[in-house]
Nanobody, 124 residues
Framework: QVQLVESGGGLVQAGGSLRLSCAAS????????MGWFRQVPGKEREFVAT????????VYADSVKGRFTISRDNTKNTVYLQMNDLKPEDTAVYYC?????????????????WGQGTQVTVSS
């Protein structure tokens, strides 16, 4: 059974940092593009960052560029999202996703596998 499990969410003050992890199991994801998305209740899911299978290509949403860093460790089947200088508007449920369809993807419909999400709350 293919699974993506996020961890590392929590409550942090504005200006603080968190590192999210997404552990994949059920098969190797070293050939997949991986992505992070976030969603606030009542709003559409929003792209955050994506990384190619090798880690050589990364793409970020403008709202997080310069503050968030996506990375991966294929030996551990894990992708990370380092979030620095967090702002209250970063509050959301964060999801990781995987796809074999494209090298990188900013659109959620291109992803085949999804985790259950982890809550990130940034207080002002």
């Amino acid at each position: 059974q293919v699974q993506l499990v996020e961890s590392g969410g929590g409550l942090v003050q504005a200006g603080g940092s968190l590192r999210l992890s997404c552990a994949a199991s059920g098969r190797t994801f070293s050939s997949d593009a991986m992505g992070w998305f976030r969603q606030v209740p009542g709003k559409e899911r929003e792209f955050v960052a994506t990384i190619s299978w090798s880690g050589g290509v990364t793409v970020y949403a403008d709202s997080v560029k310069g503050r968030f860093t996506i990375s991966r460790d294929n030996t551990k089947n894990t992708v990370y999202l380092q979030m620095n200088d967090l702002k209250p508007e970063d509050t959301a449920v964060y999801y990781c996703a995987a796809t074999t369809k494209v090298a990188v993807a900013t659109q959620d419909y291109k992803y085949e596998y999804w985790g259950q999400g982890t809550q990130v709350t940034v207080s002002s």
